[in-house]
């Protein structure tokens, strides 16, 4: 087979490729699981296996036909719990047992032990799978979401009672075990805290806004841009720093990257929800380039469970994160993005979508075509940045039809 130490990577996503390129600097033999045909870590892995990294078994499977060391997702939320089932099994190191891994994707676990510990987030009501809404308390309007979903996958906003009914439907059907939240909207700024946690206390290393819209007949939330820093007071980012500590301690979480989204609303703050792994998208190069820390690399070691040093500075730079977002189509070409790349515009560009790859818009994720990274002295000079950019870049299919969303980019 190979002499090298063997490492299933679980989930073909585009920060997947750096988490490759490290394990490969680590010298492990990658075996990539993911259900696509060509995911866009695929070509940088040793080996491609074309099964579900929901598949616990299969996993397993797979796992031990090539004697592996290491079973990982960096990004993956329901990949986590594969992950550690499979190094239970195998007793293989992992950052948190199996059973934590497969509660804490529990959005309505999550809220319980969330308002039990004075956390601070919205009243909400956790629907069982054969269960009916009865004695509604919640003030509309009201989020839907399985409470397993992966990312913002099946996540809606009802105004009455007649959307909340259809979107439960579909929320239950996305959901691993048709198990539903609804929980009261909060209204204001979202935010993305990525942290580290080290000694059971929470290392912020960045915070970012996240720019989103809810769209479409079936109320799409997508986030198509986050910016670095945000504009929150300083009363918020003490109850931030507080809450994810708690969080931590709360659920036995350390020595692992913990990424958490919060509502502020001027000095109060809102929790709606959080994973033990590293944020989505490009994230991890953001906080790279922003802090120097390198949570790719302490998300290995916190799977090899070794003790993560957590050193970082904060940057005095703005950056944002631009998703660039397709009509329903088959993706074939982007143009424009190298020469912004050449002029330093462009910080660097990472494709969601490979050429072939369909582009859908039922869900967020399905609509991604890229994430482009932008940085600038002020807030003002990435957004100058940002509007030259999608003034210039182009998406196309096969047929040469344009189906870049040019309408979705951060404007203030």
Known sequence: MTERKVAIVLGGTSPHIELIRQLHERNFFVVLVDYLSNPPAKQYADVHIQESTLDCEAVLNVAIEFNASLVISACVDQANITACYVAEKLNLPRPYSYELANNITNKGYMKEVMVANNIPTTRYVFLDKDENLTNFGLRFPVMVKPADSCAASGVKKANNFNELSVFLND?????????????????????????????????????????????????????????????ISEVALAKIQEST????????????????????????????????????????????????????????????????????????????????????????????????????????????????????DDRASGGRIAAILISGDTRQDVLDKVKITFERINAFDSNGNQILRKDLYIKQ
């Open 171 to 231: 929320a239950k059907k996305i959901s691993r075990t048709g198990r539903t939240v609804v929980e009261e909207f909060f209204s204001g700024v979202e935010v993305s805290v990525y942290a580290f946690i080290k000694d059971r206390i929470a290392n912020i290393l960045m915070i970012s806004e996240r720019i989103s819209i809810i769209e479409g007949e079936n109320q799409v939330l997508k986030c198509y841009a986050t910016i670095t820093p945000p504009n």
């Open 245 to 360: 500590t708690c969080i931590a301690n709360v659920f036995n979480l350390d020595n692992t990257p913990l990424h958490v989204q919060y509502i502020i609303d001027g000095d109060e703050i809102s929790v709606i929800e959080f994973a033990p792994r590293v944020g989505g998208g490009i994230s991890y190069k953001n906080i790279k380039s922003n802090t120097g820390f390198d949570i790719i690399s302490s998300t290995i070691d916190s799977y090899l469970q070794k003790s993560v040093d957590v050193r970082y500075q904060c940057s005095n730079r703005y950056f944002s994160v631009n998703l660039v977002y397709g009509v329903p189509s088959t993706f074939h070409r982007m143009t424009g993005i190298e020469d912004l790349l050449n002029e330093g515009i462009v910080d660097s560009i990472h494709y969601h979508k490979t050429p072939g790859s369909v582009i859908t």
